[in-house]
């Protein structure tokens, strides 16, 4: 039995009780997030603070607005932070002209965005399907 308000409750009506708070608890987190995103989506968000420059320096990457020129996994890759890391972490990471392949022929399939920097579609590069 749980007291609440000086009324005794069931375990049923505890966990219920539970429940809505962790509910409205999820609602505010998800209201944060969802200003959040809008924030990055426009490209303005809060300065990215508490970490390395390096790590401060991808986050800025990862969050650019553009998705033309935001860098993709293989770009990120070749950064020489994210290689260092990978490497004291024991990861294997392709080589770098490997990488360099491998973005090339990404790059050739172009995010289109709208003049809002949204997402509008993809255009395929030559020698590419869809």
């Known amino acids: 039995m749980l007291r609440c308000g000086g009324e ?3 375990d049923t009506r505890r966990a219920q009780a539970d429940h809505g ?3 409205a608890g999820r609602n505010a987190n998800t ?3 969802g200003a959040l ?3 990055i989506l426009r490209g303005k968000y809060p300065p ?4 390395s420059p390096d790590v401060s320096d991808v986050i800025k990457r990862c969050l650019t607005q553009n998705a033309n020129r935001r860098p993709n996994t293989y770009k990120l890759l070749l950064l020489p932070c ?3 890391k990978a490497e004291e ?3 294997s990471v392709p080589d770098q002209q490997s990488l360099l392949a491998m973005a090339e022929r990404s790059s050739t399939t172009k995010v289109r965005t709208g003049p809002n920097g949204a997402v509008t579609g993809r255009s395929v590069g030559l020698g590419q399907s869809r």
């Open 89 to 91: 972490l024991g990861i």
């Open 48 to 51: 990215v603070v508490g970490y």
């Open 82 to 84: 994210v290689r260092q």
């Open 21 to 23: 708070r962790t509910h």
């Open 37 to 39: 995103i809008l924030k």
């Open 31 to 33: 209201h944060v997030q």
């Open 8 to 10: 005794r409750l069931p």
